[in-house]
T-cell receptor
Framework: AQTVTQSQPEMSVQEAETVTLSCTYD???????LFWYKQPPSRQMILVIR??????QNATENRFSVNFQKAAKSFSLKISDSQLGDAAMYFC???????????????FGKGTLLTVNP | DAGVIQSPRHEVTEMGQEVTLRCKPI?????LFWYRQTMMRGLELLIY????????DSGMPEDRFSAKMPNASFSTLKIQPSEPRDSAVYFC?????????FGPGTRLTVL
């Protein structure tokens, strides 16, 4: 079974600075998807960014980028120019590429609570 | 374009009562998921439907929980009878390819 580990329960960053959230995972599969979700106090789960394991290029979405190290099974999220609205719980998630059965489910880490200081 | 819609947003009930949570997935999505989020256990998948058919219900805690998807635009999660330990936020999510899009959740409190 796949596992996802977020080793930082809490992180803080100054507004306009850069912060990196860590995520490692364990899998025996070669193809899969990785995601970062954001959950602000409203508790809505918002997809931030996704990465396909077969792509070597790191995904980027505006101020959000990932550092995907497949061999190390590491998938960190970098937030540049942090804004007050970035304050939220961030979840790393894994999904198998194969279709059918329970392979569609997302396996989530425990989350990292990000505080942005003005 | 409407996202995943869940109702009610908040539910407070007494132990022993029946609770029904509702979900309308994004139009055109063929997969639907029910998750439960608690402080202790984090996000857990309860059940997953593909093309309205339940594929994996191994996460359903016990027989008190049941889920249906009578058509592509509607699903329910029912708890009967409810217990205080069922208090949690219940999310519905839908998917077409790889990403899952979540609804706003239902916060359930069982007294």
């Amino acid at each position: 079974a796949q596992t996802v580990t977020q080793s930082q329960p809490e992180m803080s960053v100054q507004e306009a600075e850069t912060v990196t959230l860590s995520c490692t995972y364990d899998t025996s599969e070669s193809d899969y998807y990785l995601f970062w979700y954001k959950q602000p106090p409203s508790r809505q789960m918002i997809l931030v960014i996704r990465q396909e394991a077969y792509k070597q290029q790191n995904a980027t979405e505006n101020r959000f980028s990932v550092n995907f190290q497949k061999a190390a099974k590491s998938f960190s999220l970098k937030i540049s120019d942090s804004q007050l609205g970035d304050a939220a719980m961030y979840f790393c998630a894994y999904r198998s590429l194969d279709s059918g059965g329970s392979n569609y489910k997302l396996t989530f880490g425990k989350g990292t609570l990000l505080t942005v200081n003005p | 374009d409407a996202g995943v819609i869940q109702s009610p947003r908040h539910e407070v009930t007494e132990m022993g009562q029946e609770v029904t949570l509702r979900c309308k997935p994004i139009s055109g999505h063929n997969s639907l998921f029910w998750y439960r989020q608690t402080m202790m256990r984090g996000l857990e998948l309860l059940i997953y439907f593909n093309n309205n058919v339940p594929i994996d219900d191994s996460g359903m805690p016990e027989d008190r929980f049941s889920a249906k998807m009578p058509n592509a635009s509607f699903s329910t999660l029912k708890i009967q009878p409810s217990e205080p330990r069922d208090s949690a936020v219940y999310f519905c999510a839908s998917s077409l390819v790889s990403e899952q899009f979540f609804g706003p959740g239902t916060r359930l409190t069982v007294l």
